[in-house]
């Protein structure tokens, strides 16, 4: 496909995406609804020679674009024409008292049945930038997915240089097979799964394929002297990416839909779920090359993983009056090796909240709950008469948060069970607040790798302060795992490699301009520190974004109860909620 294209918002009121067309409404209109319909359905695409039916949003691959302003109603049909179960996830909206239109399957929802639809409705509240929609059910996201644009509130300029032109970035991954057969023979052996074979960029692979044709290579055309807004999405499964363009810097302004100082770089870092915006200058006169757009993983665990690159080709438009010179020369970026935790480490660190008096960084000085996680991965025991291919003999690859592997309901969600008071046997509330049993986490691990199955949430008071560090573990290897949690943004207020250390490492926490973000990566045998204040009623997921280790069970949930005013309190369930 082409790539999805956005123009400048000041003075124009059509946004041309690709092959879609959205018209805004009037400049003097403010929170206005916005009425948008999904069909998801089948769509034969080919890639890399191979052919095969996929899940699609109105036949796009990638999905059509959802753009709204801040303050804006959203209403979003969701009719399902495939005979897979189907939800949509709004990644990073945060879904004030509206829980019912989060989207995780078994959570806050049962999932769309085949022939069945379902309107999901949410205002976008103090939120501005870039966000992702995408499936949250088992690996469907592997194909359903988009670009969520949540545009300023009318007559508010961006708080950096006004862009020429805005486009989004998507990273994905394509299998020549179904994702959903992976991970179905991957939970029936117990091993990991087979990996992607290969990354995209707005659903495109690029050059360094076998079996990619030019079509397969996304163009990106630009103007010499011009500045352009790329908007960065990270729709993988299960990598985290590094991303770069051949000789030319880039300017990050802004994480998960929140705006940050700005600062140069040449190469990101960008975690599955995580946007990242940023400023391309491009060059003042029209250079006789191209250049390369890259993407590659960033990789620090012990198991496979697609070991491949992505392109694209950032091409200047000459002037009307000269011809395009030919067969110019591609220039290539250097990107970091696979597992340079020492780039991502310096990079993540230069993440700052905006913080100046229109954007102040409203992070919880004070904090009335604090919970010690820990997060990775280990074993479950293999089903009797059967041979798994887990790690060790007659195991499953599990994973886990402070030991217990999330369970998910089927019989109801998790949300409707505490709305209708009908909880027991669905959930639990006694998740423990710390590791039941403490080891040396960062270092040699325990004898026993078996976690714990079950379905158990913390309860919080609606406005309690919560600080939560989340402690990688070296069990079975250790590595990154981007953390999301649904429902809030939350403030990363510190971070560290090995144990933490509670009587030392809050000393150097950051409480002036910590990023503001939704999902953040947990240094691989390292660990992060947040802090959100649970201002939103209903039942939040909080997982490992990347999706076999949700496949695993690295899962826990927060059940936040309501507040005393009227707009503090979960709304009731919609008249069409589907039905398990």
Known sequence: ??????????????????????????????????????????????????????LSVNGKFPGPPLVAREGDRVLVKVVNHVSNNVTIHWHGIRQITSGWADGPAYVTQCP????????YNFTITGQRGTLLWHAHISWLRATIYGPII??????????????HKEIPIIFGEWFNVDPEAVISQALQTG??????????????????????????TLKLKVKAGKTYLLRIINAALNEELFFSIANHTLVVVEADASYTKPFETHTILIAPGQTTNVLLKTKPKSPNATFLMAVRPYFTGSGTFDNSTAGAILQYTHPSHKPTPQ???????????INA?????????????????????????????????????????????????????????????????????????????????????????????????PFNYTG???????????????????????????????????????????GYDFFVVGQG???????????????????????????????????????????????CHLDIHTSWGLIMAWLVLDGPEPNQKLQPPPSDLPKC
């Open 1 to 54: 496909m082409d790539f999805l294209h956005l123009p400048s918002f000041a003075s124009r009121r059509v946004l041309v995406f690709g092959f879609w067309v959205v018209t805004l409404f009037s400049e003097f209109a403010v929170g206005i609804t916005r009425h948008y319909t999904f069909n998801i359905e089948y769509l034969n695409v080919t890639r890399l020679c191979h052919t095969r039916p996929i």
């Open 444 to 486: 040699t691990p325990p004898n026993n790798t078996l976690v714990t199955n079950d379905t158990k949430l913390v309860v919080l008071n609606f406005n309690t302060s919560v600080q939560v560090v989340l402690q990688g573990t070296s069990i079975l290897g250790a590595e990154s795992h981007p953390l999301h949690l649904h």
């Open 112 to 119: 769309i049945q085949s022939n069945q639809s379902y309107t």
């Open 341 to 437: 935790t020492d780039f991502v480490t310096k990079f993540t660190a230069k993440f700052k909240s905006l913080g100046n008096d229109k954007f102040p960084s409203k992070v919880p000085k004070m904090v009335d709950k604090k919970f010690f996680f820990t997060v990775g991965l280990g074993t479950s025991p293999c089903p009797k008469n059967t041979t798994c291919q887990g790690p060790t003999n007659n195991t499953k690859f599990a994973a886990s948060v402070n030991n217990i592997s999330f369970a998910l309901p089927h019989s109801l969600s998790l949300i409707q069970a505490y709305y209708s008071k009908r909880s027991n046997g669905v959930f639990k509330t006694d998740f423990p607040s710390v590791p039941i049993n």
């Open 150 to 163: 949540i545009l300023p509130k009318h007559k508010v300029p961006y708080p950096f240089e006004k862009p």
């Open 497 to 543: 490699f090995g144990n933490y250390d509670e009587n030392k490492d809050p000393e150097k926490f950051n409480l002036v301009d910590p990023v503001q973000r939704n999902t953040a990566g947990v240094p691989a045998a390292g660990w992060i520190a947040i802090r959100f204040q649970a201002d939103n009623p209903g039942v939040w997921f909080m997982h």
């Open 191 to 216: 091993g990991g799964p087979n990996v992607s074979d290969a990354y995209t960029i707005n659903g495109l692979p690029g050059p360094f394929y076998n079996c990619s044709s030019n079509k397969d």
């Open 327 to 337: 067969n110019l020369p591609l220039l290539q970026p250097t990107l970091p090796p």
